[in-house]
T-cell receptor, first 117, second 113 residues
Framework: AQTVTQSQPEMSVQEAETVTLSCTYDTSESDYYLFWYKQPPSRQMILVIRQEAYKQQNATENRFSVNFQKAAKSFSLKISDSQLGDAAMYFCAYRSPPGGSQGNLIFGKGTKLSVKP | DAGITQSPRYKITETGRQVTLMCHQT?????MFWYRQDLGHGLRLIYY???????DKGEVPDGYVVSRSKTENFPLTLESATRSQTSVYFC????????????FGPGTRLTVT
């Protein structure tokens, strides 16, 4: 079974600085998808960024980028120029391609990010 | 409004009562999911559905029942609520195929006393 591990329960960053959140996963599959979700105090789950395993290029969405290391099964999230609105729980998630009994997301336990003004 | 909605947003019930949480999406997504979120566990899959009338168990299905008679609705029923089912419940939907993003509802906070 696939597992996702976020080893940092809490992180803190100074406003305008850069922070990296770690995520590792375990799978025997070669084709899969990885995601980072943000959950602010409102509880709404918001997709931040996604990465297809077959793509070697790291995904980037504005101030958010990932460092995807397929061989190491590592998928870290880098937030540049941190803003107060980035404060939230961040969840790393793994998903097999839909079909059969697969397709659901497997989440890590989350990292709580605080942003200091 | 378009999107995915859940009702109620908050619910307090007593042990042993039956409770149904509703989920409705307007995108006609084929896949729908129910997760529960507990402190220290992240989100865990309860049940999912690949299409109308097709459902399957996730990681923590015990004590829950789902149905999907229409594509847009995916209710979750706790047949006899227990205190261990106190949690925040999220519904999500996904188009499937080449679109792998799951869109989440706002969540339902359920307290079982």
């Amino acid at each position: 079974a696939q597992t996702v591990t976020q080893s940092q329960p809490e992180m803190s960053v100074q406003e305008a600085e850069t922070v990296t959140l770690s995520c590792t996963y375990d799978t025997s599959e070669s084709d899969y998808y990885l995601f980072w979700y943000k959950q602010p105090p409102s509880r709404q789950m918001i997709l931040v960024i996604r990465q297809e395993a077959y793509k070697q290029q790291n995904a980037t969405e504005n101030r958010f980028s990932v460092n995807f290391q397929k061989a190491a099964k590592s998928f870290s999230l880098k937030i540049s120029d941190s803003q107060l609105g980035d404060a939230a729980m961040y969840f790393c998630a793994y998903r097999s391609p839909p079909g059969g009994s697969q397709g659901n997301l497997i989440f890590g336990k989350g990292t709580k990010l605080s942003v200091k003004p | 409004d378009a999107g995915i909605t859940q009702s109620p947003r908050y619910k307090i019930t007593e042990t042993g009562r039956q409770v149904t949480l509703m989920c409705h999406q307007t995108w006609s997504h084929s896949y729908m999911f129910w997760y529960r979120q507990d402190l220290g566990h992240g989100l865990r899959l309860i049940y999912y559905s690949a299409a109308a009338d097709i459902t399957d168990k996730g990681e923590v299905p015990d004590g829950y029942v789902v149905s999907r008679s229409k594509t847009e609705n995916f209710p979750l029923t706790l047949e006899s609520a227990t205190r261990s089912q106190t949690s925040v419940y999220f519904c999500a939907s996904s188009e499937g195929g080449v679109y792998y993003e799951q869109y989440f509802g706002p969540g339902t906070r359920l307290t079982v006393t």
